[in-house]
């Protein structure tokens, strides 16, 4: 029974819990009973979510088969999800032969799950891949949350569907979104008639929060973000470390020299650095990676030993830390760290410019920053632990570096020149990116402590120093009346790497808006620069191949020179697009899209904070309209005709990891929490305005007694209570309450 404020408390440990079936979980703990039994190999669990989780890896008693597949030898060796049809679906769409290991790899298993009123069951399925063979169909389970299996993200046109159809009290045109317009009917078909339909539909759930859900319930950027799976950063290393050592001994890798003693032991233990050898600098003095590696030792060892009074240092400088020090910087595991940074983080919060990255060049805590994100998304659990060491330390030398603190005088009032013309403007925008980088490992990688003081104070003054270097000013020229010959590569880096750090930034603000309900540090109307360029001109390895790429993607009347970001978003929010410009800003690609529908969260988080009305929901309800119809048609674009980059699915190559698109292809889920949200404050809203009005209300004039009397309603209060809260779980219990709904 709940109490007066509505907890319902166990009455064993006298624990309190907001939901009635989350204190009914919480009372199983209290017993030795094992209710849910597995009806393959009759283990028992206590809970129906973990019995769930067992049955997806369950082969049956000890003595059967360990070996079973059910996924084609395509699909295994593409990693992709198979529905172990006869050919598969992704088979028959590529008309190739289809084969299975053996005859018994199309023997599915029917599982029978014993709770039948639990209501986290997901619907029944009756033939399921198994997921230890098949990594893009995987089961997730959650002490806090739902089980649910997870349908590919190209189909998305279920999702539309789907979303709709969670919400059986809404009208068909809920949100504004007409689904007889033909891109959507278009997407809808082309999903019908996909081949194989009838029996993937047999094993396909309604599609949900994959993404978002263990983003909000996790913490770490290799399992928070998109950071490839274990075996793909394992074959990243393992590649890395395969060429390595002999590039390393003819100077070849990152300009570094090592001693013998560093490469004997590189090739016993890729992991391990010579401690009782030592390293000696002074045979490598002539080495300018060398001497970054040095200057960084040397810096952290600077705000060790100086700190002022308000430090969060608690390193003492000793000779044995200076080793530690010396042995996480050393040119080894640094060239691996940033190879891992490359390919494993790059693709998620691509600002920076690979092609043209030159170390020697670099600003040493760039490079410092660099080192700790590749070390906090490595394989090897030993240099996750050894980069923690740091975190604090680089904080601190990052933005007490000069670059970054010292004043820069604000441009003239008619000047439209871009600050970023010359090499000796690119230390500043090295210095804002990294203290951007070191926000993203402290508030994913950090301490509670470390995560509130980047949220609260240190990303304050990134906002700030990216205002002072100038937002309006982010724009591209036409490049296009620039014959060939004349066009200068490293301009167009340092503007697009410009455009692309603001951009981030404002996505970063954003995201603290919608998780951590805080509110925005950055407004719409100030974003006045460029679209992010296509990741085929920024990937471009060659000026020339740059140069060719923008004249076939950037013409003057494109989107990316002709649209500022503040225009885009304004142009979403304002009325229904027409056909043709939901084609035009589809070409935009994720990125742009997803800076675009994450900024209708800064929308949605203004309106449910102030005392607003029904009726200004509309500029919401036309974003969220005309978002979808526009990354519908962007998803029905062939990835070979995209100019996006390559799709994560079908990159298995090490060498090209760092092109695929990151965790911004699931901006679909960031749509769906807006159109959440949206509906969540229309009812709230409809329903205090009913409150008033229909009988057995309040009658108008007059009011309810918690108004106390001044002659005016209460409004209502936002979905996500919490300000500022560290913890995600606001938004994360929103999703698990959206979860339970579940498509017969």
């Known amino acids: 029974m709940a109490d007066a404020r509505g907890l319902h408390r166990c009455l064993v440990c006298s624990k309190t819990y907001k939901r009635r079936e989350h204190l009914q979980r919480h009372r199983s703990s209290h017993t030795s009973e094992r209710p849910h039994r597995c009806v393959l190999c009759s283990a028992s669990f206590q809970r129906s979510d973990v019995l769930r989780r067992h049955v997806q890896t369950c082969d049956g008693p000890d003595n059967a088969s360990p070996s079973r597949r059910r996924a084609c030898n395509r699909c295994v060796h593409q990693k992709k999800a198979c529905d172990s049809g006869q050919p598969c679906q992704n088979c028959a769409k590529r008309r190739v032969d289809c084969q299975y290991p053996n005859p018994s790899a199309l023997a599915g298993t029917t599982i029978a799950v014993a709770d039948a009123d639990d209501p986290l069951r997901p619907p029944p399925s009756s033939t399921r891949p198994n997921p230890d063979h098949d990594p893009h169909l995987h089961t997730h389970a959650d002490p806090l949350g739902p089980t649910f299996e997870l349908a590919p993200f190209g189909n998305f046109d279920a999702l539309v569907q789907q979303a709709v159809s969670l919400f059986p009290i809404l009208p068909d045109d809920w949100l504004g ?25 047999t094993r396909r759930h309604p599609y949900s929060f994959s993404f978002l859900y263990h983003f909000t319930s996790r ?52 992991y391990a650095v010579p401690v009782s050898h030592g390293l000696s600098w002074s045979s490598w003095l002539h080495n300018p990676i060398v001497l970054k590696l040095q200057q960084m030792v040397m810096l952290i060892k600077n705000v060790v030993t100086v700190r002022p009074n308000n430090s969060t240092i608690t390193l003492t400088w000793t000779p044995a830390l200076e080793q530690k020090c010396l042995q996480f910087f050393s040119p080894s595991r640094f060239a691996k760290f ?69 004043d820069i005088d604000p441009p003239p009032v008619n000047d439209t020149t871009p600050p970023f013309s010359t090499l000796a403007d690119r230390p500043r925008l090295q210095a804002l990116q990294a203290a951007y980088v070191v926000c993203l490992f402290q508030n994913w990688e950090g301490t509670d402590a470390s995560k509130r003081r980047i949220r609260r104070h240190r990303f304050s003054t990134v906002v700030s120093a990216a205002r002072d270097l100038g937002i309006d000013t982010a724009r591209h020229i036409d490049y296009t009346k620039q014959p060939k010959h004349e066009f200068n590569w490293t301009e167009y880096v340092l503007r697009e790497e410009l455009i692309r750090m603001f951009i981030w930034i404002f996505l970063l603000d954003a995201g603290f808006v919608i998780f951590n309900n805080l509110p925005h540090r950055m407004v719409i109307k100030e974003m006045r620069m460029h679209m992010a360029s296509p990741e085929a001109c920024f990937q471009a390895a060659t000026g020339e191949e740059c140069i060719e790429q923008i004249h076939q993607w950037m013409q003057p009347t494109s989107p990316f020179c002709s649209l500022l970001l503040r225009e885009a978003i304004e142009t979403l929010c304002l009325d229904t697009l027409t056909p043709d410009s939901q084609e035009r800003l589809s070409q ?24 607003a009305v029904d009726g200004q929901l509309v500029p919401i309800r036309n974003g969220l309209r005309n978002w979808i119809a526009i990354w519908t048609r962007y998803s ?12 994560q699915e079908d990159c298995v190559s090490p060498e090209t990891m760092w092109k695929r698109v990151g965790f911004v292809r699931f901006s679909p889920e960031y749509w769906l929490l807006g159109s959440l949200l949206t509906d969540r404050i229309s009812s709230t809203t409809v329903g205090a305005h009913a409150q008033h009005s229909v009988p057995g209300g309040f009658a108008p004039g007059s009011f309810p007694p918690s108004s106390g009397g001044q002659g005016k ?3 209502a209060e936002p979905i996500l209570e919490k300000y500022d809260q560290t913890s995600m779980r606001q938004v994360n219990d929103l999703i698990t309450d959206f979860q339970k709904f579940h498509l017969d």
């Open 177 to 201: 979104i007409d689904f007889s317009e033909p891109a959507i009917q278009d997407s809808f078909e082309s999903f019908r008639n996909e081949p194989g339909d009838d029996a993937a539909a």
């Open 219 to 270: 913490t770490g950027l290799a399992s928070s973000f998109d950071c490839a799976t274990l075996q793909q950063r394992q074959q990243i290393v393992a590649a890395f470390h395969q060429c390595s050592p002999e590039q390393l001994q003819h100077g070849d890798s990152l300009g570094a020299t090592p001693p013998p003693s560093v490469s004997a032991s590189f090739d016993d233990n890729p």
């Open 338 to 406: 940033i190879e891992l940074y490359w390919s494993v983080w790059h693709p998620n919060v691509n600002f920076l410019h690979r092609p043209t990255f030159d170390p020697a060049a670099s600003k040493a805590v760039l490079l410092a920053a660099m080192a700790l994100i590749g070390a906090c998304v490595s394989p090897d659990p030993a240099d996750n632990e050894d980069a923690r060491m740091w975190f604090n330390c680089v904080e601190e030398m990052v933005f007490a570096d000069d670059d970054f603190c010292r």
């Open 588 to 611: 935009l690609g994720p990125v742009n899209l997803f800076a675009m529908v994450s900024a209708i969260h800064y929308i949605i988080f203004q309106h449910q904070n102030l005392f």
């Open 636 to 647: 029905q674009l062939p990835p070979s005709c995209s100019p996006h980059g390559v799709l």
């Open 713 to 715: 309603p209460k409004s």
